[in-house]
């Protein structure tokens, strides 16, 4: 089992950055595939990026030379940074964790992108 609390949320002007950030608790981080994804008011939870336990990355289209994952295993994180943030980047930003067979998500941490 695997316990993920994401942290770094907040509100920013469009332009701005944040880091998000997913402490992972409870079993071998570096076993586990590691995901952010993202779910906007009445839309479906959509993958915004993905590091594999090897360190392979991959983005959605929209978020590409924009925001970066990267993971820590030494200190059981992950992190994405978001730069150039757009109104349309607003959601309730989740981590995950995945390997063949399971599935873990976090609570989710709110990113608000307004001026």
């Known amino acids: 089992q695997v316990q993920l609390v994401e942290s770094g949320g907040g509100l920013v002007q469009p332009g701005g950055s944040l880091r998000l950030s997913c402490a992972a608790s409870?079993?071998?981080?570096?076993?586990?595939?590691m995901g952010w994804y993202r779910q906007a008011p009445g839309k479906q939870r959509e993958l915004v990026a993905r590091?594999?336990?090897?360190?392979?990355?991959n983005y959605a289209d929209s978020v590409k030379g924009r925001f970066t994952i990267s993971r820590d295993n030494a200190k059981n994180t992950v992190h994405l940074q978001m730069n150039s943030l757009k109104p349309e980047d607003t959601a309730v930003y989740y981590c995950?964790?995945?390997?063949?067979?399971?599935?873990?998500w976090g609570r989710g941490t709110q990113v608000t992108v307004s001026s």
């Open positions: 995950k964790a995945d390997r063949v067979g399971f599935n873990h």
């Open positions: 409870g079993s071998i981080f570096s076993i586990y595939n």
């Open positions: 590091i594999t336990s090897g360190g392979g990355t």
